[in-house]
């Protein structure tokens, strides 16, 4: 089971990225996705969930209203959609998908059962 997140890389601030999270090994349509970033010196954090069928979805304050998070159950691949990109938006971004049964949103991390290579966004004022 791979998750592998993909789009990072070097904008100045008020850019747009969009970040994609592709799936192998196993189909991930029946699961919840979450997007994670996590910065130097800093904890892990929530970014946003999106629930099975992308009906729902749920964000951190920080990003609300910028990010847009996404799904393709047909290509088993999620997206971030990253809007109005702030210097306090620079992380390394990794996707995840829940444990087997949760088919809703969530922020909590030890819901996540599988996780992903991450990929850097750095946003420069």
């Known amino acids: 089971v791979q998750l592998q997140a993909s789009g990072g890389g070097l904008v100045q601030a008020g850019d747009s990225l969009r970040l994609s999270c592709a799936a192998s090994?196993?189909?991930?349509?029946?699961?919840?996705m979450g997007w994670f970033r996590q910065a130097p010196g800093k904890e892990r954090e929530f970014v946003a969930s999106?629930?099975?069928?992308?009906?729902?979805?749920m964000y951190a304050d920080s990003v609300k209203g910028r990010f847009t998070a996404s799904r393709d159950n047909a290509k088993n691949t999620v997206y971030l959609q990253m809007n109005s990109l702030k210097p306090e938006d620079t992380a390394v971004y990794s996707c995840?998908?829940?444990?087997?049964?949760?088919?809703?949103?969530?922020?909590?991390?030890?819901?996540?059962?599988?996780w992903g290579q991450g990929t850097q966004v750095t946003v420069s004022s």
């Open positions: 995840a998908a829940t444990v087997a049964g949760f088919y809703s949103v969530t922020r909590s991390r030890y819901l996540y059962q599988y």
């Open positions: 090994g196993h189909t991930f349509s029946n699961n919840g």
């Open positions: 999106i629930n099975w069928s992308g009906g729902t979805t």
